[in-house]
């Protein structure tokens, strides 16, 4: 079991220790039964060590072949496709950045290259945003750790982002709905923002959505897992189609719910477009996520218990739905209980 730069091991009743110095290996028993003790007992001998002036040696890997190692431990993980994309997309451009420093090897990389990095991002997105990208830069180096590449991961002594809002989500009002179903009327967006609006789907969701995920009959809407797309959870479900979607929905096609000329909608396109558009008709802090909240909000503010609200929204536990619970403060499904 790798601890740092050295290697611990359960043999009979005691763990064993293994670690490199200058080049060679020394091992030894810790004489201890429990593996905390046993990690007491060889970080002492490493420091030790390190006040006599032995050269400890840790294995080194360049920083292309963590991601890689990384990736596919992340892979059995049940993760969606779309999120294994991003994720490997986002460590890949801190790979770039390091190289275009000179820095190759992981055991290089030191806390000031991630503050400048972090500094860097937030000139071009928002704090949320680059809360996510450090986040995952950081699960990288914890695999490290993880590995022995390094002894620390040197992010843990990150300064936190300021400036990010914890459970306020902006959501738009039944007249704020108005305007910006005005404001994408006629477009390639209409229909896509109608059926955000009502169902909640995420933007991958619906630019997937297809005719046959559509059970008119029993007026019912599938998001299903398929061939070059899968769910953030890789979980399908299935939710009511509100009647406000049925004149769109009850019309016989095939294919893409809502193609772009033909062709799948391009995510950061449609995000871009929407965006533009609602700014034009007098509504800021909007995007196509909330559309997703919005969902959500009123779900809950008009009574549908937070259970069903969950299942509709695929949350992964109904604490992602919890956080809108200051939406209806009112509701005290404690007083039902008759004792």
């Given at each position: 079991?790798?601890q740092?730069?050295?290697?611990?091991?359960k043999?009979?009743?005691?763990?064993?220790?293994?670690?490199?110095?200058?080049?060679?290996?020394?091992?030894?028993?810790?004489?201890?039964?429990?593996?905390?003790?046993?990690?007491?007992?060889?970080?002492k001998?490493?420091?030790?060590?390190?006040?006599r002036?032995?050269?400890?040696?840790?294995?080194?890997?360049?920083?292309?072949?963590?991601?890689?190692?990384?990736?596919?431990?992340?892979?059995?993980?049940?993760?969606?496709?779309?999120?294994?994309?991003?994720?490997?997309?986002?460590?890949?451009?801190?790979?770039?950045?390091?190289?275009?420093?000179?820095?190759?090897?992981?055991?290089?990389?030191?806390?000031?290259?991630?503050?400048?990095?972090?500094?860097?991002?937030?000139?071009?997105?928002?704090?949320?945003?680059?809360?996510?990208?450090?986040k995952?830069?950081?699960?990288?180096?914890?695999?490290?750790?993880?590995?022995g590449?390094?002894?620390?991961?040197?992010m843990?002594?990150?300064?936190?982002?300021d400036?990010?809002?914890?459970n306020?989500?902006?959501?738009?009002?039944?007249?704020?709905?108005?305007?910006?179903?005005?404001?994408?009327n006629?477009?390639?967006?209409?229909?896509?923002?109608?059926?955000?609006?009502?169902?909640?789907?995420?933007?991958?969701?619906?630019?997937?959505?297809?005719?046959?995920?559509?059970?008119?009959?029993?007026?019912?809407?599938?998001?299903?897992?398929?061939?070059g797309?899968?769910?953030?959870?890789?979980?399908?479900?299935?939710?009511?189609?509100?009647?406000?979607l049925?004149?769109?929905f009850?019309?016989?096609?095939?294919?893409?719910?809502?193609?772009?000329?033909?062709?799948?909608?391009?995510?950061?396109?449609a995000?871009?477009?929407?965006?533009?558009?609602?700014?034009?008709?007098?509504?800021?802090?909007?995007?196509?996520?909330?559309?997703?909240?919005?969902?959500?909000?009123?779900?809950?503010?008009?009574?549908?218990?937070?259970?069903?609200?969950?299942?509709y929204?695929?949350?992964?536990?109904?604490?992602?739905?919890?956080?809108?619970?200051?939406?209806?403060?009112?509701?005290?499904e404690?007083?039902?209980?008759?004792?």
């Amino acid at each position: 079991m790798t601890q740092g730069p050295y290697k611990l091991k359960k043999q009979g009743k005691f763990w064993h220790y293994t670690i490199h110095i200058n080049g060679q290996r020394k091992r030894g028993s810790t004489k201890a039964t429990s593996r905390e003790l046993a990690i007491q007992y060889v970080n002492k001998i490493h420091n030790d060590l390190y006040q006599r002036g032995h050269l400890l040696s840790i294995p080194k890997i360049l920083i292309s072949d963590l991601i890689n190692k990384h990736m596919e431990r992340s892979k059995i993980k049940n993760l969606s496709e779309g999120w294994l994309y991003t994720k490997e997309l986002t460590l890949v451009n801190f790979m770039n950045y390091l190289h275009n420093k000179g820095i190759k090897e992981v055991h290089l990389v030191k806390l000031g290259d991630f503050q400048e990095y972090m500094s860097l991002q937030l000139k071009k997105n928002k704090p949320v945003t680059v809360k996510n990208i450090m986040k995952v830069i950081k699960a990288l180096m914890n695999d490290a750790c993880r590995l022995g590449y390094i002894q620390k991961n040197p992010m843990s002594d990150l300064p936190q982002i300021d400036g990010i809002k914890k459970n306020k989500k902006r959501f738009l009002s039944k007249k704020e709905i108005g305007i910006a179903l005005n404001a994408v009327n006629g477009t390639y967006l209409e229909n896509f923002v109608l059926t955000a609006i009502y169902t909640g789907l995420r933007r991958r969701e619906l630019i997937h959505l297809e005719f046959s995920d559509i059970d008119f009959g029993k007026k019912l809407l599938y998001v299903k897992n398929k061939e070059g797309f899968q769910t953030k959870s890789r979980k399908e479900r299935v939710l009511p189609l509100h009647k406000k979607l049925w004149p769109f929905f009850k019309k016989k096609r095939e294919g893409l719910c809502f193609p772009y000329d033909g062709r799948t909608i391009q995510e950061d396109t449609a995000s871009r477009n929407f965006k533009s558009m609602v700014v034009a008709a007098g509504l800021n802090n909007v995007g196509l996520h909330t559309l997703r909240h919005t969902f959500v909000s009123h779900c809950l503010m008009d009574g549908i218990d937070i259970w069903t609200v969950s299942r509709y929204a695929g949350h992964s536990s109904t604490y992602m739905t919890e956080l809108y619970g200051h939406l209806c403060p009112n509701r005290r499904e404690i007083d039902k209980l008759k004792l």
